[in-house]
Structure formats: C-alpha cells, structure tokens
C-alpha cells in the first residue's frame, strides 16, 4: 500500500519551494495572492501534502524571480515523478527512515559515504548483513529480520544500473576487523568488497588506524548529490534510525568533513592491498 503521508523527497521538494520564496523576501500570503490561490495551499505545497504540477512550479519561480534554470528544472523534474519505488513495498513494513534511505539513493548522481565500524550497506554480502541486524536492540523477530535482510539486498541494486551513480565509500580499519558473524562471514565480506571495489562506478578507499583522528570519527555519514548542487542532502544514522539533513550550512559542513577524511585515506589501489592484507588474516 503507497504510503498517504508525504515522503522524505516530497517534503524536500515544498521545502525548496518555501526557500525560494522566501529568498524573494515574501510571505505565503504575498505568493498566494499572486498565484490567484488561497494561501492554504501555499503551505500545503511547501509542508508536501499536495503534489505541485510543472506549471505550478515554473509559475511559482516566476512569481520569486528565481533565474537559476537548472534548479528549476530539476524541481519540475520532482515534480514530475510519478512512478511508486520498489521500496515503497516495505511500506508499513519496515522504519519511514529506510524507505526514505532506499529513494535518495536511487535518485543520486553521486554517493559519498564514511563508515567508521560498518562495511557501507550498498557493498554488504547477505550473510554480513544478516549478522549486524542480528545484533539488534530489541531482538528482531525473524520476519522483520527477513524484511530489513531483503530490502538491504535490493538497495544494492542501484549500483548495476545503466546510470548508477559515482560512488565512493571511506571505510575506517576499523570496520574492516570487526568480525561480525565470525571470521569466516568477515572474510568472505573483504572479498565482496575488494570484488565491488573494482566496479568503474565505486571506490572504496580505506581510513587506517595509523591516519590518527579525523573529522566526524564517530559518525556514519552518506552524502546524496542531487542534480544541482541546492539539492544535495546527508543521511545520518542516528538512535532512533535514519535523519535526513538538507540545511545548506550542514550539508557543505558535512562535504568539507568528507573532503578531510578522503584527503587521509588511502588510494583505491593502496585499499585493496590492505584489505586483501586483512582478509588473509582471517
């Protein structure tokens, strides 16, 4: 069943349609009154509860004299999406959060992520996978295990797409030594990962021990390009599951925090060395 409350990417796409307004220095009633509407359905369509044709948005952007015509467009782009994801088959099923984590990553053009004691989810092998929703808090029941294994799997499908994005995953030393599921499962996931690592679509660039601290170390952070820089968002794993960031001083905080970390990890050639070092300790 289609989820009826709006999704993460309907809520951003009123959102972006509240800033530009407000970058014109007008209010909802100003922009109601020259949209011909009433101002209720201003704040419906910035709050995602009404969807907005591409007439609407071209006239809204007319209206805030916003000239950046490839912003608009890709809002009319959003706009124009009507087709329900794979993942809204996990509607009622399983957390907002991942539904919402599965339909940013679809739509990225490029992906940037950092892990610090995880291997990245997109590169995950079943068995992994399986063993870290294993150590949830409560104990997951073996159908919602099943769920949350089966929609992990289906999120790496972005990565065989014809137009899958550019992704490059920093992984601290440290999540390539935690055995989760036991040596066996850990090395058959350094496999996996030095196997993906060779995709011309991914890099995998490792963060080790000897690197010292660097930004954000204790963070799981995935930087989601849009197709104009405005549209760019940072998924962070948090206690209660998955945040959404699009604040533009968080999100270039977040870009430059990445920058740092890659500028002290090691080359896509040197990471497979270690890993294939690691993976033959196990």
């Keep these: 069943m289609p989820r009826t409350a709006p999704t993460a990417r309907q809520r951003r796409l009123g959102t972006e349609l509240r800033k530009m307004r407000e970058h014109a220095g007008m209010n909802v009633a100003q922009a109601a009154q020259?949209?011909?509407?009433?101002?209720?359905?201003?704040?419906?369509?910035e709050a995602g509860r009404f969807g907005v044709s591409e007439?609407?948005?071209?006239?809204?952007?007319?209206?805030?004299?916003?000239g950046?015509?490839?912003?608009?467009?890709?809002?009319?782009?959003?706009?124009?999406?009507?087709?329900?994801?794979?993942?809204?088959?996990?509607?009622?099923?399983?957390?907002?959060g991942a539904l919402d984590l599965a339909e940013l990553e679809h739509h990225a053009v490029s992906l940037r992520s950092m892990q610090p004691m995880h291997i990245p989810g997109l590169l995950q092998t079943e068995d992994?996978?399986?063993?870290?929703?294993?150590?949830a808090v409560p104990d997951l029941t073996a159908v919602e295990l099943r769920r949350r294994l089966s929609?992990?799997?289906?999120?790496?499908?972005?990565?065989d797409r014809d137009d899958a994005p550019e992704c490059t995953f920093l992984v601290h030393e440290a999540a390539l030594r935690m055995q989760f599921g036991g040596a066996k499962v850990a090395r058959g996931q350094l496999e996996h990962l030095l196997e993906a690592s060779e995709r011309d679509n991914v890099a995998v660039r490792v963060i080790p021990f000897s690197a010292g601290g660097f930004p954000g170390a204790g963070a799981s952070v995935l930087y989601a390009a849009g197709p104009v820089s405005q549209l760019d968002t940072v998924q962070l794993d948090v206690a209660t599951g998955v945040a959404l960031v699009d604040a533009e001083t968080l999100v270039t905080n977040y870009w430059q925090v990445l920058e740092r970390t890659q500028g002290l990890s090691l080359s896509p050639e040197e990471t497979r060395d270690f890993v294939r070092a690691i993976a033959e300790q196990l």
């Design 34 to 45: 020259q949209l011909g509407v009433d101002r209720t359905r201003i704040s419906n369509t």
């Design 151 to 159: 929609h992990r799997l289906r999120r790496r499908d972005v990565l």
């Design 55 to 66: 007439e609407r948005v071209r006239a809204l952007a007319a209206i805030y004299s916003c």
């Design 128 to 135: 992994y996978a399986k063993a870290v929703f294993s150590t």
């Design 68 to 96: 950046d015509t490839a912003y608009v467009d890709a809002l009319v782009d959003m706009a124009l999406e009507r087709v329900q994801g794979w993942w809204e088959e996990y509607h009622g099923k399983l957390p907002a």
